[in-house]
């Protein structure tokens, strides 16, 4: 089984290539903002160490980390935005390498996709074999977050540059997808890497 990291900016389309992956080939994918949803929930690794971080202010009424009161404490705050990724990262590193060693066991899959925005930083190139950077233009994938997402030029903003550059990305992957030419294009590429399906 081979285990592909897989990241690129904000709205640079890697859900998409991903839903592809997944639909035609024997893949498993986990995207690491999702681990950490699941790992910040009520009887999880993270949920007692972030509740007890910030208050019970950051819970719905059902006892759930309400995720956007969560982002506006941390981001306003940046001794507790890196008090989370302490809590956060290295549980969602532990996760990601005990779902990598069951999917070894089982013997199913041919790949198996890690998906994150902080692939580099969170050194995934120790557990990867090969890592992909989805290469979009800025002024494309502004306009997906605006459309999609409905986010602001300003959030945008915010959210871009806190990101590392392409440069910055390119350096460390060993595959770039060029996603700026529509879907079909990206899944050529694809087809390319891992074989026709």
Request: glycine share 6%.
């Amino acid at each position: 089984m081979k285990i592909i990291g897989i990241t690129g900016g904000v709205g640079a389309g890697k859900s998409h290539l991903l839903d592809y992956i997944a639909q035609n080939y024997k893949a498993r994918i986990i995207k690491t903002d999702e681990a950490a949803e699941l790992l910040r929930t009520p009887g999880h690794a993270c949920y007692e160490k972030i509740v007890s971080l910030l208050g019970s202010a950051v819970l719905k009424e059902d006892g759930s980390i309400d995720k956007n009161k969560m982002a506006q404490i941390i981001f306003a705050d940046i001794e507790k935005l890196q008090k989370i990724n302490e809590i956060l990262h290295p549980e969602v590193n532990k996760y990601v390498a005990e779902e990598i060693a069951k999917e070894r066991n089982l013997g199913i899959q041919d790949y198996f996709f890690v998906e994150s925005a902080l692939l580099i930083e969170n050194h995934y190139d120790e557990i990867c074999d090969e890592l992909w950077y989805i290469d979009t233009e800025e002024s494309i994938r502004r306009q997906r977050l605006r459309e999609n997402r409905g986010y602001s030029e300003e959030k945008i903003s915010d959210i871009i540059s806190r990101q590392l550059s392409k440069e910055e990305f390119v350096k460390v992957c060993t595959v770039v997808i060029d996603n700026n030419h529509g879907k079909e294009e990206g899944y050529k590429q694809i087809a390319a890497l891992l074989g026709k399906h």
